[in-house]
């Protein structure tokens, strides 16, 4: 189980981003991609798709461990629980249950 998940609220806190907040847009591999964090330029080829070309700003995937959890506005290390028989995360910080 991921601590960081996609649509999750989180702050930089390592490279040339730092402190920044963003949106979890997609998890893989240990590797997140936030929106607008991470951006990168890209020069494509013209092809179907884009037949125009040229040079493309997107979003490049960082480090999960270079990002924490946003909870109620505040950056909190995420731990694990049993609610029952149902594993959830819990914000470190307050301690409440995050989903």
Do not use: C, W
Not at 3 to 27: F, P, Q, W
Not at 79 to 95: E, L, S
């Amino acid at each position: 189980m991921n601590k960081i998940k996609t649509g999750d609220t989180v702050r930089v806190i390592a490279g040339k981003d730092k402190g920044k907040d963003g949106k979890v847009l997609a998890v893989k591999d240990g590797k997140v991609l936030v929106e607008g964090i991470g951006v990168v330029t890209k020069h494509t080829k013209p092809s179907a798709a884009n037949q125009q070309g040229g040079i493309v700003n997107k979003e490049s995937y960082i480090d999960a461990s270079n990002v924490m959890l946003l909870v109620g506005g505040k950056a909190t290390r995420v731990g694990f629980k049993m609610d029952g028989d149902k594993k959830v995360r819990v914000a470190k910080a307050t301690g409440e249950v995050i989903d």
